[in-house]
């Protein structure tokens, strides 16, 4: 397999998988939030959805395993459901849907669930497992599109009474287990090329050293300081990937 190019465009990603391994680490979510637009405005939607799966799969074992022994399963089963079901459908209209649409589409997606939380909204009606279930499909339709199951789940489990680190471990364990399968449905849909698979293994160690960092730092920073940090990111990495090229095209630039 041919080595990626070492230019400007994979120093861009590299740095935004540091960061988002971090993120990851710290507070049980953020990847997808966090790469999916930088590396689908750097290489497409596509090469986005490939590399967030390589990224994100093997590199997150070390953090999971204990999460999934105090997840809690009656919470988490009715999403992983959702998403199970509803992942195919994603990845359908990821295949025929026009590149800058799908750009449009997961920046306003990304930005509605950062001002939602940030703002600090929060869902107060009761928690069933079909709700559960229909959180996870809307999840699973993101994550099929672009990796990014994180929206529907965090506006709907950060707002629940559970303690923040059994609220991690449901994120961890959900999406552990949807990029498993994630990584069938691309590999079965003959997503891995090898071009984009070798940009993904080469950015695979810096996103596990961030990784490493932010669960070392998990425990030692307060929830409302991770929750600014990465909120912060999630906004501009959802300006980073608008498709600036069409903006300017468009105001005569």
Known sequence: MQLPSFDGLFLILAVTVLVAGFARGLSGFGTGLIVAPVAGALYGPKAAFVILVIIDSLPTIPVTIPALRIAVWRDVLPAVAGLMLFIPAGVFILT????????????????????????????????????????????????????????????????????????????????????????????????????????ALGATPVYFAGLLAGWAAHGRTSDAHYRQITLSLVVLSAFLALPWSDIASAAGL
């Open 96 to 199: 025929i849907a026009d590149p800058i649409v799908l750009r449009w589409f997961i920046c306003i997606a990304i930005l509605l669930c950062a001002v939602a939380l940030w703002r600090g909204w929060r869902y107060r009606g009761e928690r069933t497992p079909p709700k559960s279930f229909g959180v996870g499909a809307m999840a699973g339709v993101l994550s099929g599109i672009a990796q990014i199951p994180g929206p529907p789940v965090l506006v709907y489990w950060l707002a629940s009474p559970l303690p923040s680190a059994i609220i991690r471990a449901n994120l961890l364990s959900l999406f552990f287990i949807s990029e498993l399968m994630s990584f069938a449905t691309a590999w079965t849909s003959g997503l891995f090329e090898a071009p984009v698979v070798a940009i």
